[in-house]
């Protein structure tokens, strides 16, 4: 939908539009290869489909990528269809939220947003077709009596007694479901197929059910509506599509997708089904009943949590759209499954945010600092002014942004980590009689600290060694081993600091039945008060930054108001300390 008329709403990265079409080699490349070579198709088009039944995760960010980038690589079209075919679970909060989350990601639709119920006049009529052609029929036994009946893999299904009822009866049976005469769960209808079947959904799988709900679109006009099964190869065909990318996990569904086609049809192009392995993240859950059983349960603020894996929380957190396409790339496509590792996700991020993020300097644990010779030598109440690159490595071709600029004076705020009284091997911050450089500013010699009554360290002292500023003369006749990082007391700004960890302690919270509730980390959130620089108080929300030697941080996009309450986020540390 990001197109020139009418705009889209949601539009805020072009990522995959605006770029041009990577060339990318899979199997899936292979099969359009082959189909556009032999003239099966002549334009690829392809669809993301999700039910509106809750927020896309970053399971749903690869099927974006691939679908939209698979449509992009070939000069095809990509449409964003809604699922909603089950107006219980279903709502216009998750619509407005899928639409925002696709466009964020640079996925480019063609034309308006598509939704099943724009379907469901034609579906019920082709509904209508299968009873006539002796294939579906009107069942009247209960959901568990149908499920019981099936069988198994080992088992084959039981007919229905419903199965052999006359044509006639099935088709005014049905058209009475339409009306509205039956209650939820009287009866259904089901495809007329082989209950004996090796594969169980072959065996009469459900067409409709009854469902007295209203429907967020097309209100209590329908108390009957398609079951997945049914409705998914019908919009595929009934739209065009050439190539119907899923997930593995509907593998065995393809056979009843076909099915389907091939007794409603003739259609052209006939869709076909691929599947392709989804991406299974280490330290995460991407169910939406699980994803949903932490937000009504409160393990987590909402949705939108930064620790949680859905779009809308990975956005918060800190993740641009090219770290989540970069995730695409590294993990690629295939029919084969496997974990990924979330260090790898984490990696692509400081990737992308290296020669973007702007620095400053944070102190998270702050401990007072004072200069006990600045008077002396500065002069009382002199305040220097000092400044650093504000992005010292930024992009080929990509002019460098203007300096950041502050000040230092008699008093700096440190982080309580860089002085040790009694120093373990190897040690190269502050302690009596050692010499660090404050970042930017001047060399230090330490001298010594000062502890309340109960010996915790209150001040650490130092005196400043004259002639040593950085980027001036002469700045390095005095060497040191270590720079430390720093505030001044004078101007530094208040800021929350939310600093997240991942929400599992195991890497595969929800593997062999286990409950993934037992496996939350219970150190996933900690909330700080820092000291940041001036620079930082005017972030605007949403803008990220790397905070010097503690990670990449992004201004919060809920809670931050830019000049008065500043509020950050960790995305994601330096360096991966899980790895250890």
Not at 39 to 52: D, L, M, W, Y
Not at 73 to 87: A, K, M
Not at 410 to 438: A, H, M, Q, S, T
Not at 486 to 506: I, K, Q, T
Request: hydrophobic share 35%; with cysteine; aromatic share 8%.
């Amino acid at each position: 939908m990001l197109r020139d008329s009418p705009p889209n709403p949601w539009a805020q990265s072009r990522l995959m539009s605006d770029r041009p079409a990577a060339r990318r080699s899979n199997f899936l490349t292979d099969i359009v290869d082959a189909d556009l070579a032999a003239g099966r198709h002549t334009k690829v088009v392809t669809r993301f489909p999700p039910e509106p039944n809750g927020y896309l995760h970053i399971g749903h960010a690869k099927s974006i990528a691939l679908n939209f980038g698979l449509a992009q690589q070939y000069g095809g079209v990509c449409h964003l269809r809604l699922d909603d075919t089950n107006p219980v679970t279903e709502d216009t909060d998750y619509v407005e939220s899928i639409q925002h989350d696709v466009a964020w990601l640079g996925g480019n639709w063609d034309g308006e947003v598509r939704y099943a119920s724009n379907y469901f006049g034609q579906m019920y009529a082709l509904a209508e077709r299968l009873v006539t052609d002796g294939k579906a029929y009107v069942d009247g036994q209960t959901v568990e009596e149908i499920r019981k009946n099936r069988g198994d893999f080992t088992t084959p299904g039981v007919a229905s007694p419903y199965r052999d009822r006359p044509i006639e009866e099935s088709l005014e049976l049905f058209r009475r479901m339409k009306a509205g005469e039956f209650a939820d769960g009287t009866c259904v209808l089901r495809a007329r197929i082989d209950m004996g079947h090796a594969n169980v959904l072959m065996r009469d799988p459900l067409i409709y059910r009854i469902r007295h709900a209203h429907h967020h679109r097309t209100g209590d006009e329908w108390c009957i509506y398609p079951m997945y099964d049914y409705a998914h190869p019908l919009e595929d065909a009934i739209e065009g599509i050439t190539h119907s990318i899923c997930t593995l996990e509907f593998e065995t569904n393809r056979e009843l997708y076909d099915w389907f086609l091939d007794h409603t049809g003739p259609w052209n192009p006939r869709p076909r089904q691929y599947e392709f392995a989804r991406l299974a993240l280490g330290y995460t859950v991407m169910s939406k009943r699980k994803l949903l059983q932490l937000v009504v349960d409160k393990r987590v603020s909402g949705w939108d949590d930064p620790r949680m894996p859905t779009i809308v929380g990975l956005r918060r957190r800190g993740y641009t759209p090219e770290s989540l396409h970069l995730m695409h790339e590294r993990t690629g496509t295939s029919k084969a499954g496997g974990w990924t590792d979330y260090s790898v996700l984490e990696g692509c991020l400081r990737d992308d945010l290296e020669t973007k993020a702007l620095r400053g300097m944070a102190v998270l644990n702050p401990v007072k600092l004072i200069m006990t010779n600045w008077d002396d030598v500065m002069g009382a109440g002199h305040l220097e002014p000092c400044s650093q690159p504000a992005l010292p490595h930024p992009p080929e071709g990509v002019e460098p942004p203007p300096a950041r600029h502050f000040t230092i004076g008699k008093e700096v705020w440190i982080e309580r980590e860089d002085f040790e009284e009694v120093p373990p091997k190897g040690y190269k911050r502050l302690f009596p009689g050692n010499k660090v450089r404050l970042k930017g500013g001047y060399v230090i010699e330490c001298t010594g600290c000062i502890k309340d009554i109960d010996g915790v360290i209150t001040d650490v002292l130092a005196t400043v060694v004259p002639d040593t500023k950085s980027g001036t003369p002469g700045s390095d006749a005095v060497k040191v081993k270590a720079a430390i990082t720093w505030v001044a007391v004078a101007n530094g700004v208040n800021a929350e600091v939310r600093m997240y960890d991942r929400l599992f302690l195991d890497p595969h919270p929800d593997a062999g039945g286990k409950d993934f509730i037992e496996s939350l980390n219970p150190n996933s959130l900690k909330v700080v008060t820092a000291i940041v620089e001036p620079s930082l108080a005017n972030a605007l929300p949403d803008q990220k930054f790397q905070f010097e030697r503690h990670g990449y941080f992004v201004a919060d996009r809920v809670d931050h108001v830019q000049g008065s309450k500043p509020v950050f986020n960790l995305a994601v540390g330096l360096k991966d300390s899980w790895g250890k």
